[in-house]
């Protein structure tokens, strides 16, 4: 399922932030925590690799000042499969999903909100997700930082205490 449903939503999101003025070390940051989340079989798997390599190719379209294109989602199919596909799972879904796997408590946070963004408890740890820009915001002190859910996992392993 998530190597039918995550790429394209994954190059949109990347398509979007390379034509919105981005910095670049941000973008890639983005890119190479993606795929650190990836198991090895995925990484393995060629339409996933052929889905990464076309990031990198956008990515350094954009770096070099080129027009970035969207590649259509029909093109990325491989011809001649016909896949009955589940619904794309949005941010929050994986999100979710992840939190579940490691038996953590994914909520949100009645009547908090950051930016018109709403607020979810990942277990100890505050976020928000945008998901436009497909990014996950961790609270961190008096900041709100960019995050992986590997990151999630970690701080919140490693918080002595509860957050509100």
Request: hydrophobic letters at 40%.
């Amino acid at each position: 399922m998530l190597e039918v449903n995550f790429p394209p939503q994954w190059q949109l999101a990347l398509y979007n932030w390379l034509n919105s003025n981005p910095k670049f070390e941000e973008v890639m940051q983005w890119y190479l925590d993606w795929k650190g989340l990836l198991p090895q079989e995925l990484l393995a798997n060629e339409r996933i690799q052929h889905h990464l390599d076309v990031g990198l190719q956008i990515m350094n379209q954009a770096v070099e000042g080129m027009v970035v294109v969207q590649q259509q989602a029909s093109a990325r199919l491989t011809c001649g499969v016909h896949m009955d596909v589940e619904p794309v799972m949005s941010l929050k879904e994986v999100i979710e999903l992840y939190a579940q796997e490691n038996e953590l408590l994914f909520k949100p946070k009645a009547g908090r909100t950051h930016n018109g963004f709403q607020i979810y408890g990942f277990g100890n740890i505050s976020v928000y997700i945008d998901t436009l820009n497909s990014k996950i915001f961790a609270q961190t002190r008096d900041c709100w930082s960019l995050a992986t859910l590997e990151i999630l996992k970690e701080m919140h392993f490693n918080s002595g205490s509860k957050r509100c």
